[in-house]
């Protein structure tokens, strides 16, 4: 149980970041959620981590562009609840292009949201992890933290930062009762998979069923989808303290993708 703890996680009204701060809030931790949407579907959002779990959720609109409200955000958090033990940053966007035709901002923001916010976020928040002598850090990376595929270059690129991130985090905090570690998903059936198959039919000149099936789980050899839970479950996981050696690593939950 984390009944104890404080979790924030990012980028949560929906998709995976939403099953990860269900699930911790699941576990007893109250949690602090983040990210875009309708207000009302938001505080839908809240107050149903409260009513069904029985613990403290708020919430946090910070943009994960600017790292004056992500440190606000996590300063916030703190202050809040007491402490902030588990930080997630999930937050993330997408955007498919060959290189030669990849727009400027989507970069910048891909690269910003996906790699910097993390930077911004960890060093708010181990100030007081260290303090307390005890802290998780998790990042949803992405399969793209070990391959690459083409079109994707911001988010490979991005993706691939946050692999070194977190083994540098974990080195540094690695005697201070912390840990930092990354989650690798392959495909999972979420709003910024859905949003992507237009542009890789543009890209590729294929169907959408094709783009699902001959693209998207072609690289997934147990031709399945993940789910967000089997992501949210491994999150709970890396919280508990059977996994406290278990530090530095990005954890493929891939359908065997990164096998190949
Ligand atoms: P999603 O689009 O359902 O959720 C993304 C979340 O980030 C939303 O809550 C959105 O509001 C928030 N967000 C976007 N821009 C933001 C900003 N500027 N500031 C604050 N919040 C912002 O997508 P998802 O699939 O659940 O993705 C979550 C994470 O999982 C991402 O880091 C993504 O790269 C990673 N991931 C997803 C898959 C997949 O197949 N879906 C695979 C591997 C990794």
Known sequence: RLSSRNALVTGSTSGIGLAIARALA?????????????????????????????VKCRYSGANMMVGAEITAM???????????DILVNNAGIQHVAPIDEFPDDKWEAITRINLIASFYAIKAALPGMKQRRWGRIINTSSAHALVASPFKSAYVAAKHGVTGLIKTVALE???????????????????LVE????????ARGLTEEQVKHDVLLAAQPTKEFVTVDEIAAVAVFLCSDAARQITGTTLPVDGGWTAQ
């Open 195 to 202: 949003k992507q198959i237009p542009d890789t039919m543009k």
């Open 173 to 191: 905090v690695a005697e201070h009762g912390i840990t930092a570690n990354a989650i690798a998903p392959g495909y999972v059936w979420t709003a």
């Open 74 to 84: 996590i300063y916030e958090a703190e202050e809040a609840f007491g402490t902030l």
């Open 26 to 54: 699941a576990e007893g931790a109250n949690v602090t959620i983040n990210g875009f949407g309708d207000a009302d579907a938001i505080e839908r959002e809240r107050a149903g981590i409260e009513k069904d779990f029985g």
